[in-house]
């Protein structure tokens, strides 16, 4: 797997001290246009221990490895303000857990509204984790809030290795939550009873069935239920437990997906963990973001649509189609590709997409997806022949392979394999897209 290095560069360590949390921000997108070191938000944190304890559990799945544990991985935590709310998000170095933290009340002044990283040191850390009551904390993001700097004033500077797989997840897991729907909701005490019955053993696989108000562990596959494959990869709920006001699970409602997502109320905020499905199995390899990237328009249209983004709360698909003039489907395909170049989010507790930043262009997309760069090259080779009755042959050097375009079926050990589970095939995409290309000459 490819990895590009990116420098972060921090104008002085993040701190906490006397209550003012100060978090050190690096290069970032904002409103006011590019910036070496943003400024956000001053103001109070409406409570002090929730808001260090989920900002502490975002730290630690950038930290974190859940499949095949090594040291190694300093990831730091991204932050977008948007005017109304801070979220804090972070990938595990495997690709299999997806983090956030929506903190909902603000009081203070927004200086800007944009997507940086944010520096979580040791120290920082330790001092998170010591924070208790619930007081307000006083927080600034960006570098004029400091409280503490180097003795010399140096620049702090850390080196980082991106896997080409952690942007991949931010992608797949923006397209897979927009397909997941609430599944159980249960009140504080009953989340921190459910949570805390699951089995000790770190890669278990349970699943979680509604009863009532109420959810019950099963060893195997229920109606109605969600799988957490690998109850080890949720442990940063656990910290979080004693602020716990409710808990909502999120996954497919047909079943068709072992993947879900697990969000925890807390005081004026929100704790999303989205897990894959399997923990061997990261997101970035799920390929549901190559049905919309393949299609001839989505890169033009996400150029339209990216240029009405303004890091607004939600992104509303009805108000960007009336302002691109595009359709509702288009929109969509766009946001998808905005999305494999990090430029949106989904949240799912308000079913809606949101406007970040991350430090990729669109230029890399097709670096990121490889099922599709095969799949045009077939196409424009000429290996692709339609058949009658909705079917095509692909010719590759393993062989003939028989596709059906629309139900996406292919004669390929891929989709024997996974049967669809993990996005198209590159025979399937191939044979798409030159359907679309025949349908279009003879318009």
């Excluded at 007081?135 to 010399?152: A, F, I, K, Q, Y």
């Excluded at 199995?281 to 990216?306: K, N, P, Y």
Aim: aromatic share 6%; charged share 20%; hydrophobic share 40%.
């Amino acid at each position: 797997m490819t990895s590009a290095v990116q420098a972060y560069s921090y104008a002085g360590p993040s701190v906490l001290a006397d209550g003012k949390l100060g978090l050190s921000t690096s290069g970032g997108t904002a409103l006011s246009g590019p910036q070496t070191h943003p400024r956000f938000f001053s103001g109070l944190l409406s409570q002090a221990a929730p808001a260090a304890a989920g900002l502490l559990a975002v730290a630690d799945v950038a930290l974190a490895r859940y499949h095949q544990p090594r040291p190694g991985w300093t990831r730091d935590p991204v932050v977008t303000c948007d005017g109304g709310r801070l979220r804090f998000e972070s990938f595990s170095a495997c690709g299999g857990v997806y983090a956030r933290l929506d903190v909902l009340e603000l009081d203070g002044d927004v200086l800007d509204r944009g997507t940086t990283n944010v520096d979580v040191n040791g120290p920082l850390r330790e001092a998170l984790a010591r924070v208790g009551g619930r007081d307000p904390l006083h927080l600034g993001v960006g570098p004029d809030e400091l409280t503490v700097t180097t003795l010399d004033g140096a620049v702090v500077e850390k080196k980082v290795p991106l896997p080409t797989r952690w942007l991949r997840g931010f992608a797949e897991v923006q397209v897979m939550a927009s397909g997941w729907d609430l599944r159980a909701e249960l009140a504080g005490p009953q989340a921190v009873r459910f949570l805390r019955s699951l089995p000790r053993g770190a890669r278990s696989t349970v699943w979680a069935v509604p009863a009532g108000r109420d959810l019950r562990l099963s060893s195997g596959a229920a109606r109605g239920g969600v799988c957490l494959a690998g109850t080890g990869r949720v442990a940063t709920l656990m910290p979080l437990l004693r602020f716990a006001k409710a808990l909502r699970v999120y996954g497919r409602a047909d079943g068709s997906s072992t993947a879900g997502a697990w969000e925890l109320e807390l005081p004026g905020m929100r704790y999303t963990l989205a897990v894959s499905p399997q923990p061997s199995r990261g997101f970035s390899g799920e390929g549901q973001v190559l049905e919309d990237l393949a299609t001839d328009e989505a890169a033009g249209d996400a150029d339209v649509v990216g240029m009405l983004l303004n890091f607004e709360p939600t992104v509303e698909l009805g108000l960007l189609a009336d302002r691109s003039g595009l359709p509702i489907e288009r929109v969509r395909a766009a946001l998808t590709q905005l999305g494999t170049a990090g430029r949106v989010g989904y949240d799912l507790h308000e079913a809606a997409h949101f406007h970040r930043e991350l430090p990729y262009d669109k230029d890399q997309v097709a670096q990121l997806n490889p099922r599709l760069t095969a799949a045009r090259a077939l196409a424009d080779s000429g290996a692709v022949r339609l058949l009658s009755g909705d079917e095509a042959e692909v010719t590759t050097d393993g062989g003939v392979r028989r596709v059906r375009v629309a139900d996406g079926e292919c004669t390929c050990p891929w989709w024997f394999d996974h049967r669809g589970s993990r996005g198209p095939c590159k025979h399937v995409l191939a044979a798409r897209i030159a359907a679309r290309v025949a349908v279009e000459a003879t318009l």
